[in-house]
């Protein structure tokens, strides 16, 4: 994997672009880069959300999904230092290349 953040529009969608500070709601699932499966939202059958470009997410999610679509659907390959880095967490190894496929359902912005 290259250094750099990866983004593979798969869908564009039509709804709300995803801007910093929003509440987002997502359906993932990551993968490590051997293709083992680390971490789904799909499978634990609950949406994920989280605030958008504020540094609640890892890197690669902070500049993956700014400017989707509600709607849309991203493959994002996520270089080791814009994901966990030295960090081991759960199923993830220390300086993991991580990706993504993300559908992104909500946004909210304080104008809602």
């Given amino acids: 994997m290259?250094?750099?953040?990866?983004?593979?529009?798969?869908q564009e969608g039509d709804g709300k672009?995803?801007?910093?500070?929003?509440l987002i709601t997502t359906?993932?699932?990551?993968?490590?880069?051997?293709?083992?499966?680390f971490d789904?939202?799909?499978?634990?059958?609950?949406?994920?959300q989280c605030v958008i470009g504020t540094g609640r997410v890892i890197k690669g999610w902070d500049q993956g999904i700014i400017?989707?679509?509600?709607?849309?659907?991203?493959?994002l390959l996520v270089p080791a230092h814009l994901g966990y880095g030295e960090r081991s967490v759960g199923k993830?190894?220390?300086?993991?290349?991580?990706?993504?496929?993300?559908?992104?359902?909500?946004?909210?912005t304080r104008d809602d």
């Fill in 17 to 22: 672009p995803a801007v910093k500070g929003a």
């Fill in 92 to 108: 993830i190894p220390a300086n993991s290349d991580l990706t993504f496929e993300i559908e992104l359902l909500e946004v909210l």
């Fill in 40 to 48: 789904s939202s799909w499978s634990r059958g609950k949406p994920f």
């Fill in 2 to 10: 290259s250094g750099e953040l990866q983004i593979i529009e798969l």
């Fill in 67 to 75: 400017g989707m679509r509600v709607g849309g659907k991203r493959k």
């Fill in 27 to 37: 359906q993932y699932t990551g993968w490590l880069a051997d293709g083992r499966e």
